[in-house]
T-cell receptor, first 114, second 109 residues
Framework: DAGVIQSPRHEVTEMGQEVTLRCKPI?????LFWYRQTMMRGLELLIY????????DSGMPEDRFSAKMPNASFSTLKIQPSEPRDSAVYFC????????????FGQGTRLTVV | KNEVEQSPQNLTAQEGEFITINCSYS?????LHWLQQHPGGGIVSLFM???GKKKHGRLIATINIQEKHSSLHITASHPRDSAVYIC???????????FGQGTRLTINP
């Protein structure tokens, strides 16, 4: 398996524009996590899904952020409208939804909002 | 106070030195993870622990559940070990990971 695949790797956009980040989890994994990493706050969970259903979205900063998982092999994180403070590295991770299983991370998407 | 605290925040050492990075947490956990992140790179899982000790090559991870403490050791450190090492815990009954702030390790030749 190619691992967790995220796209794009880098995104530069202007403030106010819509940004969509994409993630393909490892085949067979039924949990998917979106994390954000900044210098100030480190890694933080935004949202996670089990079997395509959002379980915990308490980390989503505000209504400008939304995430979907239409099927077991694809998820999106959308920011609309984007703001400079959204600049960060966004990681997607997947795992099996049972106790004590490893999470596998994608390479991340570095987002810069100017 | 953060749920997961790492020390030190930054560590610089010479090649060959024995390295220890510490992680303390305040909640009951089902598992603790040590992750490695190279500059500009993705995050790689090194270990997942729920008790005792694990070893992989020059890396050793230990956990003391009673003391809510874990350590990551690197023997015979090498410049390629330079990275940020992140401790993360999974609370009992939860799936999400809570992360420490990371320890930036630099190994000089």
């Amino acid at each position: 398996d190619a691992g967790v695949i995220q796209s794009p790797r880098h995104e530069v956009t202007e403030m106010g524009q819509e940004v969509t980040l994409r993630c393909k989890p490892i085949s067979g994994h039924n949990s998917l996590f979106w994390y954000r990493q900044t210098m100030m706050r480190g890694l933080e969970l935004l949202i996670y899904f089990n079997n395509n259903v959002p379980i915990d979205d308490s980390g989503m900063p505000e209504d400008r952020f939304s995430a979907k998982m239409p099927n077991a092999s694809f998820s999106t994180l959308k920011i609309q409208p984007s703001e400079p403070r959204d600049s960060a590295v966004y990681f997607c991770a997947s795992s099996l939804a049972r106790r004590n299983t490893e999470a596998f991370f994608g390479q991340g998407t570095r987002l810069t909002v100017v | 106070k953060n749920e997961v605290e790492q020390s030190p925040q930054n560590l610089t050492a010479q090649e060959g030195e024995f390295i220890t990075i510490n992680c303390s947490y305040s909640v009951g956990i089902s598992a603790l993870h040590w992750l490695q992140q190279h500059p500009g790179g993705g995050i790689v899982s090194l270990f997942m622990l729920s008790s005792g000790k694990k070893k992989h090559g020059r890396l050793i991870a230990t956990i003391n559940i009673q003391e809510k403490h874990s350590s990551l050791h690197i023997t015979a450190s090498h410049p390629r070990d330079s990275a940020v090492y992140i401790c993360a815990v999974r609370s009992q009954g939860a799936q999400k990971l809570v992360f420490g702030q990371g320890t930036r390790l630099t190994i000089n030749p």
